[in-house]
């Protein structure tokens, strides 16, 4: 697993995964970097590449040395440094590192030969390197040997420096290589690499291979070990600790395994690996190696290999090296391992603990992005596109990336390796190899393995540019056509033969011609023929011993001709005849040639003229005609026709005769190549203008393949809800493309305005465009057309951006001036127009100008190249301005800013890129430097942008991505998609990359938790933290009840703590040795069960997550899967699959739990009172509504089916009480539609997607339940029904939509339906049991089947007019499928029908013969769900388990009855969720889907990367509380589920979660601002165990647990300054606490016996109130009283300023409840008092407390529930067990009623500015936005 960085550590990303020193600052121009003496450059013949030496007989006088001066610092901070160098033989060599400590002390660190012995003081550590392992009887050190070997130097500068100097590692400030020795590269890097493992072993091992450009090359066939030496240093044998230990001592030494102290810390190298027994062999060394030390273990890989083999017997001879891995403990079961020729066993019981070294960290993969899809096609030319020998695929060039497109599917592979465009392409007969030349001079060229994408050969061509590449047929000759570095044409003749075999390319013969050439062909007949043609030439030609020949074709009166392509006419049947071989030149002038080539003469010429026969459309051949002729541009023949493509547009189909034209098809500009697939039935085409399609003769349809800009693209947005990208390039076009197929949508042109830039609007189907005239316009995506036009501007527009709102648009041109523009309305118009403010002479950039992601500040480069300014964005004040014109020492001159662009809000950061290759991260309101990057890329970067978590910098330069090469031309615009799981980048074409890192970052809170260690002997955890990802949808399932998920958190508490675990950045090796079966779980906030009964401890938990991306589909490719079941391979075997009739004869063995089928059943939430009539309720006031639904957190879960998913239209909707939820998962944009009386039961959307149905059960104003009839696209309801006096169980639309079908619940045991066109009833009926599901067959409209209590009823539908009639058919279901009822159906192929039963099994039904003819055991518990598409089969259960079965083979089983093999079925992937499995909506091919579960959560399931995503989450249970943090950024709950949960306020997302196991949080509090320093933020949480726990929301992390009551808390607040803790319980109690101490030194007593409901602190000078103190506090209790108290706990003091009694009648209970008393302090009059509770009246009492009496009271029509005090207005928010929220303003005397809670309103909290009102109805919660504030 991979560590996230924190916020502050995001800016270094430009150094992962790796950095190459040498390129990174350019040693070879020596500029950054200094040499003395001898160095220089030389070629190894081992490498085969260039490398440095450095030699000379004295080491300081010759040597490299980084930086150039001392005064500067390379900042590199990686924690490996990778030395690839060699000694020279009988040599000596120095190696000298400066590291920076934290602390910033500069340590010297030596490696040397020259030294004898280890030696340290605190600046200088020197290592004794040693090259090869000795005997005792050699000497350690010397020089290198003659055979001294290339090594790959690995150094762990973290641990050098903690245990040997006991400091913490800071950054690499220098290097200095000294002679003698030869250096290939360094390299620094966060990741432990193993250079000796390949791809295909690092899949079986938990090790990370060396990178491509890292690593030494290795013949094929040989092992690296026998080659090359890794020393690794220091070793993982010693017990690195984490942190530096606070007492110094002297450094540990290197363990050895052996006896004897170990001589010297020094890395000993060698080139064998380290072979291990079975059994582990432990040996004691001597007490003083030994003391402090871990005891040593056998781990599956060794890191320092030494030239013998390990062994007991080796040990008296020399030393024997024993290294660790840095990883967590395993337990292994049979591992066999293999590794560079090494075998390792561990037995099953081994356990293998390993000391962590540093913090727990995982890193990101290498490398970070994997190209996903191009746009574009062509580059250095548009003829080079070629068909597959079997025509299912095309393969083409974009620019330098070689593209292979399948037709049928749009699929996409890549051939990735050329650093310019590809100029040619071949393909071999057999899809073999593929050659490709790359343009630049010299041209290099490849050879591919087109199969596998693998490159086979790199190779230099003796021509200075190929032209053309031509294979035979056999793929063993390669031709191609160029010219050489005099401009003369040239032929080369390559044998590829061996290749494939692990050859090499040889040059079999070169050929000068003075002809022009300008196309090529191997004939398919003679693999040592071919034929060219040119301008006055069409020559054959021959290779023979070595040499090439031509000789010319006798062309007569066409010598003259200019011509263009040439084919040969293949045989009809396949076989070569060289005899009749024919061959067909075209040319510029129209004329086609038929050549004979055995007798190399004109058999035919016929020529193309554009004239038009009376009769036809088509162009008719005229021989030798006069005129200007068709220009032919390309041909291709088949057996049955030449396919001819011509500059006039049109690719024409003829017959071998030419007679007629057969098809033509026109296309938007000239065609330059064309070819005939393999079977003759599809015709490739390409134009000039970056078209590629083909034609089907067949269909006579054509196919677009691709388009693609004909030059550079400019600019690149990106539309969020559509998911749509607008490009513009210097073609002068405007496109806008689909990202999920990458094909072109529209396209808009001008001839005479070029666009220079574009953005989308945030949410209309709108985009605009800047242009180089300087106007800006407006374009309608629907109607397709120009809205609005503005010309504010003088000169081009530069820059073009947009408000995330989409209120306000900026606009920027070359000459300086800034305008605004309000978008509010679709007819925009102009606001402000600023001249001078934008830097006249800047280009045109995506990056010019730069709103903030909450759209309230503008920056851009400007008045000068030297400044930056930032705006406030919808007044244009001016707010900063930073000069960044620092003097650029490398060039003399003045920096100057290129691009900017905002952070994410919560860090306030503004990026800057300069001309001196430097980001300068400022903080964007003060100006200040927070960071500088220099050196992020060798050229400027005009590009630049921040992932939305801040975890990744993408910066684009030259014609490279900061991460990746794969543009052959400037890339001039990036950008990450809105769900940040891509990156497009755009220049040359327009590339989108997978990126293979999850980009969530690790919290949006400053602040880091400490580093984890893990070790063995990891006891109980009682109280844990656990760090998750950011993304809160990207979350891991719940193990079921009996198998608590097994979080990666450390093993021991930190020192200090009480139980409390810091979170651990990796959770997987963790998660592995936890959990006994090995269940991986992805990264994402754990959702934790409590424990069982009778557990010790009761653990806290934590875990931080963040603000989430778009969350469909959430591609986490660094995830594990989860509960993937352990079987053969992929598949594995269902258990107990059986054919019915059968004879069963598994033994009973112990009795089976049938889960009973009600677990189907709807079971509403209990409800404390239904909705109130209209009486003693208050109308709106005239001036419209006071509150408005903003978001709903939650999800329904004991509803059925009552989510639905649509991935083709995107439509998502779920149910939350009363409300239907329609989401839009891209953006998180709720749309709530409100109607239903009681808890919504079930939803069924229409198979046109047009309607959606949702039904609710019955409450006190309804006899019956209602059916709400919506239409999807406005939104509102159409028809409401009220079919069943009973819960509705089911709803199912017929296949045509015509017929709506109701199914009533056990009670009510009615199935009705309803016609679709006025929903009126056609048909009920009285079903005589209990039926669970019910299901329209999807073949036959006129059929649906329900399932019940032991039979299978099949219903036939029977229309006679406008009248329905029912046919009934009931099955019983055979004794063989076993006790149980059937709960679920799903219909499968014709004629199957599969059924789910409450014990656990699957029948497969055969609904024409009405029987049962299949079933097997698919789970131990009720299966409440099944989906069938496809051949594949998805059941979910009452256990949480989601599986997915190949059923393929049961329509075989069917016609076979028992004969058929019962192991044709197998379960694919398995998936445990937190819950019973209740609805469920997948795609077509069942590969991804949404699934909801009665724990109310809906997950996203990806079956193809075997992971469960967490999309809708809330608690389980009441929430008991809602705190706000001070800025108003985020917010906390509580829950009776016991875990306390912070929100992104903005978004409401998730961010951190604290689990509490075994015991319900009922009270929370926020800790008020401290001294304005906001990383100490806590939150006080109180438990029913009578424990106060103190959580750092910063750290994440538990701070504190004490226990000031012996009973459960109820209430808990800060004082004022956040020093003290009050807190109440239900005996009457109230503590005073200190948070930092855990000391309780205050009890008050005066309510004892009546629960303490409500604590309120605020701060007062209490000085009118006649008593001292700085805190104002009231307590509230059940007994109707209430405390008025003034404190100073710092003076601990603390006096009764007033108590009150309120009366309370003998009956006052709500609905069995007794009404709580509430009481809070007035925000706008401190000397009010606010009280509500049981009294005579329903009433909100204010008491005085200057004037000591009551002075109003505002009547209520219930008794309150909940009270909260808007602190902004003077609004008063009451809740009632009515399910009705009530909105009082005190000052109008107004009030206002809302609904939209299914139950008692027990909670309502403002936010501290008023804008929000959270309301709590049970654990749904609701935020309402409060308008006008």
Known sequence: MRREPRPAEALTAWQHPFLNVFRHFRVDEWKRSAKQGDVAVVTDKTLKGAVYRIRGSVSAANYIQLPKSSTQSLGLTGRYLYVLFRPLPSKHFVIHLDVSSKDNQVIRVSFSNLFKEFKSTATWLQFPLVLEARTPQRDLVGLAPSGARWTCLQLDLQDVLLVYLNRCYGHLKSIRLCASLLVRNLYTSDLCFEPAISGAQWAKLPVTPMPREMAF???????????????????????????????????????????????????????????????????????????????????????????????????????????????????????????????????????????????????????????????????????????????????????????????????????????????????????????????????????????????????????????????????????????????????????????????????????????????????????????????GSVRLWRLRGGVLRSCPVDLGEHHALQFTDLAFKQARDGCPEPSAAMLFVCSRSGHILEIDCQRMVVRHARRL?????????????????????????????????????????????????????????????????????????????????????FLDTLSRVYHMLARSHTAPVLALAMEQRRGQLATVSQDRTVRIWDLATLQQLYDFTSSEDAPCAVTFHPTRPTFFCGFSSGAVRSFSLEAAEVLVEHTCHRGAVTGLTATPDGRLLFSSCSQGSLAQYSCADPQWHVLRVAADMVCPDAPASPSALAVSRDGRLLAFVGPSRCTVTVMGSASLDELLRVDIGTLDLASSRLDSAMAVCFGPAALGHLLVSTSSNRVVVLDAVSGRIIRELPGVHPEPCPSLTLSEDARFLLIAAGRTIKVYIGHSEPVQAVAFSPDQQQVLSAGDAVFLWDVLAPTESDQSFPGAPPACKTGPGAGPLEDAASRASELPRQQVPKPCQASPPRLGVCARPPEGGDGTLSPSDEEGPCEESCDPEGLGQASGPPVLTEEEAGRAGDGAWAAAVGSWGLALPPRSPGQPREQWRAGQGRWCRCRGLRTVGARDTRNSGAPRTTYLASCKAFTPARVSCSPHSAKGTC??????????????????????????????????????????????????????????????????????????????????????????????????????????????????????????????????????????????????????????????????????????????????????????????????????????????????????????????????????????????????????????SGSRLVSGSSTGRLRLWAVGAVSELRCKGSGARSSSVFMEHELVLDGAVVSASFDDSVDMGVVGTTAGTLWFVSWAEGTSTRLISGHRSKVNEVV?????????????????????????????????????????????????????????AGYGDGSLRIFSVSRTAMELKMHPHPVALTTVAFSTDGQTVLSGDKDGLVAVSHPCTGTTFRVLSDHQGAPISTICVTCKECEDLGVEGTDLWLAASGDQRVSVWASDWLRNHCELVDWLSFPMPATTETQGHLPPSLAAFCPWDGALLMYVGPGVYKEVIIYNLCQKQVVEKIPLPFFAMSLSLSPGTHLLAVGFAECMLRLVDCAMGTAQDFAGHDNAVHLCRFTPSARLLFTAARNEILVWEVPGL
């Not at 068709?630 to 041909?635: E, G, H, M, Q, V």
């Open 1524 to 1580: 706000f943090s001070p800025g108003e950024s985020h917010c906390a709950t509580c829950s009776e589920d016991g875990s306390v949960r912070v929100w992104a306020l903005a978004s409401m997302e998730l961010v951190i979660q604290f689990q509490v196991l075994n015991q319900s949080c009922l009270c929370l509090a926020w800790s008020p601002p401290c001294c304005g320093r906001p990383e100490q933020q806590r939150l006080a």
């Open 1179 to 1428: 109308p709106p006031p005239a001036s419209g509504g006071w509150l408005r639904l903003k978001a709903v957190v939650g999800y329904s879960g004991n509803g059925r089916a009552n989510m639905v998913w649509r991935p083709d239209t995107g439509f998502f909707a779920y149910t939350c009480g009363r409300l239907v939820v329609v989401e839009d998962l891209h953006s998180g944009a709720q749309q709530h539609w409100s109607g239903h009386s009681a808890e919504i039961s079930t939803l069924a959307l229409s198979h046109s997607a047009q309607v959606l149905a949702s039904a609710s059960g019955r409450s006190s104003t309804t006899a019956h339940c209602q059916i709400r009839v919506w239409d999807v696209s406005g939104g509102l309801c159409q028809h409401l029904i009220f079919p069943h006096s009973t819960t509705v169980l089911a709803l199912a639309f017929s296949p045509d939509d015509r017929l709506l079908v109701t199914l009533g619940d056990h009670d009510g045991r009615t199935l009705a339906l309803w016609g679709t066109a006025t929903y009126d009833l056609v048909s009920s009926t009285r079903l005589p049991e209990p039926v669970h599901g019910v299901a329209f067959n999807p073949w036959d409209a006129g059929e649906l089947t329900c399932v019940g209590q032991g039979t299978v009823t099949f219903w036939l539908l029977q229309q006679r007019g406008a009248d329905i009639s029912l046919q009934v058919r009931r099955e019983p279901v055979p004794e063989a499928v076993g006790a149980g009822e059937l709960t679920s159906l799903c219909y499968g192929a014709p004629p199957l029908l599969y059924c789910g039963t409450s014990s656990g099994q699957v029948c497969v039904w055969d609904t024409r013969a009405g029987r049962c003819f299949l079933s097997w055991e698919a789970d131990d518990g009720g299966i409440g769900l099944l989906l069938f």
């Open 609 to 693: 003229l554009p004239t038009r026969t009376p009769g036809g459309p088509h162009p008719q051949k005229q021989t030798f005609s006069s005129g200007p002729g068709i220009a032919i541009s390309s041909l291709s023949v088949s057996p049955a026709m030449c396919a001819v493509g011509s500059e006039d547009g049109f690719l024409r189909l003829w017959p071998l005769d030419f007679s007629s034209v057969l098809l033509e098809a026109e296309h938007e500009g000239p065609v330059s190549s064309v070819c005939v697939s393999p079977d003759g039935l599809r015709v490739l085409s390409a134009t000039s203008s970056g078209h590629l399609g």
């Open 217 to 535: 090359p290795v013949p094929k066939g040989e092992s690296w070990h026998d080659r090359y030496i890794h020393v690794r240093f220091p070793s993982e044998s010693l017990k690195v600790p984490s942190k530096p230990i606070e007492k110094s001592c002297s450094p540990p030494e290197a363990v050895l395994l052996g006896p004897g102290p170990q001589p010297l810390p020094c890395p000993v190298a060698s080139s064998k690996p380290v072979r291990f027994s079975v059994s582990p062999v432990v040996q004691t060394p001597s007490p003083t190696a030994q003391s402090g030390r871990a005891a040593l273990a056998p781990r599956p890989f060794p890191e320092v290999s030494l030239s013998q083999e390990r062994s007991d017997a080796s040990n008296a001879d020399g030393p024997g090296f024993h290294s660790l891995e840095p990883w967590a403990q395993l337990e292994a079961s049979d591992i066999h391992t293999a590794a560079a020729g090494t075998h390792v066993l561990t037995h099953e019981s081994a356990e293998v603990p390993v000391a962590r070294t540093g913090s727990c960290e995982g890193f990101l993969p290498d490398p970070v992005l994997r190209l996903k899809g191009v746009i574009g096609f062509g580059g250095h030319g548009t003829r080079q596109a070629l068909w597959t020998p079997d025509g299912a695929a095309v393969v083409y060039p974009c620019h330098a990336v070689i593209v292979v497109l399948l037709v049928d599917t749009g699929e996409q592979r890549f051939f990735l390796g050329h650093t310019d465009k590809v100029s040619a392409l071949a393909l071999d007969g057999s899809s073999s190899l593929l050659a490709s030349a790359q343009a630049r001079a010299p041209s290099v060229m490849r050879l591919w393995d087109f199969q596998t994408g693998r490159c086979l050969c790199l190779f230099r061509s003796p021509m200075h540019v190929v032209c053309s590449l031509s294979f035979s047929d056999s793929g063993a000759l390669l031709c191609g056509v160029g010219k050489d570095h005099h401009g003369r044409t040239m032929v080369v003749a390559w044998g590829t033969g061996q290749v494939g075999l692990g050859g090499e390319v040889v040059v079999l013969a070169k050929a000068h011609t003075d002809f022009d050439v300008q196309a090529f062909r191997v004939t398919f007949f003679d693999e040592t023929r071919m034929a060219s043609c040119g301008q």
